[in-house]
C-alpha cells in the first residue's frame, strides 16, 4: 500500500503492478498500444510514457508504482513525443482508411485524432505488401501493422500456439507465420484473438457481408438465420445500450427489415447438444470409455486437438456444435416441412466466433457439396450491416423469433459463458443419473472467469469431476497433466476464447475485453433467470423433433443428423515404419526416429530394444513402430508405451521399457 502523486491529486495503490495501472485508477485515459493486463509487458510503443520528478519520461508500463513518485501524463514535452511517435507510425503505415475494415474502431486512427495529428512530416511508405486472405476467418494487411506485438503475445501466452512472430530487422521487420507464410498455410485455429487485440487494421476479421445481402437479395432462396447466445448480449454496446443488455428481439426486427425470411435461436440447438452430449457421456462414464470426454462446441479448440493431441480425438464428444446442428436439421427436415430442397434453403449463423467460419467449410459438413452452413457472420458484421440498412436500433421494438426453432431454454443460453456446457449437461445428467427432478439448477462451482476451474459435481452419490478451460494454453497444460497422470476428470469443457463465446474475436471491438466479458456473461446468466425453463430436457420443442424425425437420443438418426467424426491435422503424421506387428499383440510401442531423436541416438535405441525384446521372449506380445516426429523434441528420444510418453530415453532406460512389457503382459 503506498500512495502517489499524479497530476497533482494523491492516488493511493495496492496491487497495481506498475505506473500505468495507478495512472488509469486515477480516471486518467492514458494512451497505448501494446498494453493489455493480461498479456505480458512488452514496452514497444512508449506512448504510456510519463514524467517523473526527479526522474525525467519513463514508461508506464514498465515503471512499479512507488510511494511518494510525483508523476506528470500531460506536459508540452510528452505531448510532443507523442505526436512525434504518431506521425512515425502513421508515415509507414497504409492511410487509405476510408476503406479500412477498422474506420472508426481504429486505435491509431483515433488517438491521431484525440492529438491532433494533422500533417505527416516524415516520407510516406513506398513498399505495398500483399493481403493474405488464405484463412478463412482472418485478412492480414501488413501494410497497416504498427509492430506493437500483441497478436504475436495473444497467440502465445493465450493460445499457447504460437503462429506470429517478429521476422527480419529494421525497416524490414514485419510481424508474420514462420517463413512468411500466409496464415491458411499455417497451425492457425482461427479463433481471432490476434484481430480482437489488434489496435490496427492489419488482422480484421474476414467479412462476408456481400455474401450474406446477395442471399437476401435472391428470390429463389429462403433465408434462414440463427442467433448464437452471445450474440445478443453484446450487439447493443454497438448502438449506445448498456453491455450485457439483451438485444435479442431488437436483433430479430432488424435482420426482418432487411429481408431475412426466418430468425431462429442457435440457444435450440445447444439445448439439443446438451440432450445428445448428456447420453453420450453418460454412457462412456458407466463404461470408463474414453474418459475425460471433452466438450466439442469450440471449433478452434476441436482444431487444436487434431493438430496437437491427435491421439485425444477419441475423448471428444462426437457431437457437432450447436451451429452445425442447426444447420443439419433445418436443411434435413425443416426444408421438408417448408416443401423446399436443401439447396434453396440457405442458412446464416451470426456468431461470436471466427473460427466458426472455418467450421462451417468443413468437408464433413457438406451433402452433396451443399453445406449445411451456408455463411457465418460474426456480431461486428451484424452491426455493420444494421448501420448500413438505416436501421435506429437503440429504438426497435423487439419481435417474436420464429417458431419451431427460436424457443430454448435458459441451459442453451448460457452456452455462451465458460463454464455453461458444463453446467447444462449436469442439469441433465443429475436428473438421468439420480431419476430425481433437479429443483436448484445454478452450479455456482463451474461459473468463473479464470482460466482453469475444477470441482466434483455431486449427483447423490455419483461424483463427477469436472474441468472447465479457456484459452488454449490452459487447455494444452491440462492435457500434458492429463498424460502424466497428474490430473483426472471425467468431463472437461474448453474454450478457445477468454470468458468463452462472450469473448469471442467477432464480438464488438473493445480495449477493455476483460470488464465487457464480465458484463456479458451476466447478461446470459440474467438471461437464464429470466426464462420460464432451465432445462434443456424440458424443450417441448426437442420432444417434437425427435418424435418427428430422431427417434430418442443417441439413435441412428441422431447420429447421422448430429454427430460427427475427427482425424489429425498434425503436419508430419506419426503413423510410422512397422517393425514389428503381430496380431493381438497387448503392448504398442512407438520410437520416434524423427530429425532431433534421430540425432539424440534413437535409432540405436529402436534397435536396441527390438534385439532385447527378442532375447527375453517378447518379440509377439509387442507392436513395435518406428515413428515420424511425436512432437516432443525437447525432450527426445522418446518412446511411447501405449499412453505412457517417456523423454529422455537412453540405453540405461531399455530394461525398464522391457520390465514395462512384461508387466502388461502378465496382467
Known sequence: MGQMIIDGQK??????????????????????FCYYSELSV???????????????????????????????????????????????????????????????????QDLAQRYGVRQIRFGERDVKLPLDVSSPSIVRDPN??????????????????????????????????????QLGEVDCVNC????????????????????????????????????????????????????????????????????????????????????????????????????????????????FAEQYYPEFLDNLSSCRSPQQMFGSVVKRYYAQDLGLDREQVYVISIMPCTAKKFEAGREEFFVANNPDVDLVLTTQELISMIKEAGIDFASLEPTALDMPFGFATGAGVIFGNSGGVSEAVLRNAYEIVTKEELQNVVFNDVRGHEGVRDFTADLKGTEIKVAIVNGLANARQLLEDIKSGKAHYDLVEVMACPGGCVGGAGQPISQNGTNLRKERTKGLYREDQRLQMHKSQQNPMLTSLYEQWLTEPGSEEAHQALHTEYG????????????????????????????SCYLKGSVKI??????????????????????????????????????????????????????????????
Open 11 to 32: 492516488v493511493e495503490f495496492d496491487k497495481e503492478t506498475n505506473i500505468l495501472e495507478v495512472v488509469r485508477k486515477a480516471r486518467i485515459d492514458l494512451p497505448t
Open 42 to 108: 512488452y514496452g514497444a510503443c512508449r506512448m504510456c510514457i510519463v514524467e517523473i520528478e526527479g526522474r525525467g519520461i519513463q514508461a508506464s508500463c514498465h515503471t512499479p508504482p512507488e510511494d511518494g513518485l510525483v508523476v506528470r501524463t500531460n506536459t508540452a514535452k510528452l505531448r510532443k513525443v507523442r505526436k512525434n511517435i504518431l506521425e512515425l507510425l502513421l508515415a509507414n503505415h497504409d492511410r487509405e482508411c476510408t476503406m479500412c475494415e477498422r474506420s472508426g474502431t481504429c486505435k491509431l
Open 144 to 181: 497497416k501493422c504498427i509492430l506493437c506485438g500483441d497478436c504475436v503475445r495473444v497467440c502465445k501466452e493465450i493460445q499457447g500456439i504460437g503462429v506470429l512472430d517478429f521476422a527480419h530487422r529494421g525497416a524490414k521487420m514485419m510481424v508474420t507465420p514462420a517463413f512468411n507464410k
Open 192 to 303: 481471432g484473438q490476434c484481430s480482437a487485440v489488434c489496435p490496427t487494421g492489419a488482422l480484421v476479421v474476414k467479412s462476408q457481408i456481400d455474401q450474406a445481402w446477395d442471399a437476401i437479395y435472391d428470390d429463389s432462396k429462403t433465408v434462414i438465420v440463427q442467433i448464437a447466445p452471445a450474440v445478443r448480449v453484446a450487439v447493443g454496446e454497438a448502438f449506445g445500450l448498456p453491455v450485457g443488455q439483451s438485444t435479442l428481439g431488437q436483433i430479430t426486427t432488424a435482420l426482418k427489415q432487411m429481408g431475412v425470411d426466418k430468425v431462429f435461436d442457435t440457444s435450440f440447438a445447444a439445448d439439443l447438444t446438451v440432450i445428445e452430449e448428456t447420453r453420450e457421456f453418460i454412457q462412456r462414464f458407466s463404461e470408463k470409455k474414453n474418459i475425460p470426454q471433452f466438450t466439442s462446441c469450440c471449433p478452434a479448440w476441436v482444431k
Open 568 to 595: 489429425s491435422r498434425r503436419r508430419i503424421d506419426t503413423e510410422a515404419i512397422k517393425i514389428n506387428q503381430p496380431e493381438n499383440a497387448p503392448v504398442d510401442i512407438q520410437v520416434c526416429v524423427g530429425t
Open 606 to 667: 529402436l534397435k536396441t530394444l527390438t534385439d532385447m525384446l527378442q532375447k527375453d521372449g517378447y518379440e509377439e506380445d509387442v507392436k513395435l513402430r518406428a515413428a515420424f516426429c511425436c512432437q516432443q523434441c525437447a525432450g527426445g528420444p522418446v518412446v511411447i508405451v501405449d499412453d505412457k510418453v517417456m523423454g529422455n530415453v537412453g540405453f540405461e532406460q531399455i530394461p525398464e521399457i522391457v520390465q514395462l512389457v512384461k508387466s502388461k503382459v502378465e496382467k
